[in-house]
């Protein structure tokens, strides 16, 4: 019998075969307690749900487990640094305003992460459209757009 893994985080985790067709979104929260994957539709239409899976964003909450086999989660709380400090795009949020209520927030900032890991032409125009597909309720992208422009300047000195 072949025994599936998958990384979560950095941290190698063994998947259990009755977990394999099991929603990503609620292995994550029920079995994990990452929890900061927050379950807006339900039906991969938000972008709340988002995590990034081999560093490309992906709707937890219409991808199975089975297809995590052999490959890299990132949630929200694995962007954090160890050290419990915050990254530079999650206090780029908190200092451009861009929380808000915070429910679309983990989506928001996992996409923006993936769009910067991954693009070199930063631009408001190129942030909207990466962003698209994630949607907030409580309105004000303006301060979102700000925050991952604030944020590209890390992300171009590390590159």
């Not at 200092?95 to 996992?110: E, N, V, W, Y």
């Not at 991954?118 to 942030?127: E, F, L, P, V």
């Not at 301060?143 to 422009?149: K, N, T």
Request: proline share 3%.
């Amino acid at each position: 019998m072949k025994i599936n893994y998958t990384t979560v985080n950095g941290k190698k985790i063994r998947l259990k075969k009755q977990d394999l067709q099991r929603k990503l979104i609620d292995w994550l929260r029920e079995d994990l307690d990452l929890t900061g994957t927050k379950n807006g539709c339900g039906i991969g239409v938000c972008g709340t749900c988002t995590v990034l899976l081999n560093r490309q964003p992906v709707r937890s909450c219409i991808t199975k487990v089975e297809k995590i086999i052999d490959k890299e989660i990132l949630t929200i709380e694995g962007l954090a640094y160890p050290d419990g400090s915050l990254h530079p795009l999650q206090q780029a949020f908190i200092d451009a305003g861009a929380i808000q209520c915070g429910f679309c927030t983990p989506g928001m900032i996992l996409t923006a992460h993936a769009f910067l890991l991954h693009n070199k032409k930063i631009n408001r125009d190129n942030i909207r459209k990466a962003l698209a597909a994630n949607i907030c309720r409580c309105t004000g992208y303006q301060q979102i757009i700000d925050a991952v422009m604030l944020a590209a300047k890390s992300y171009s000195r590390s590159k």
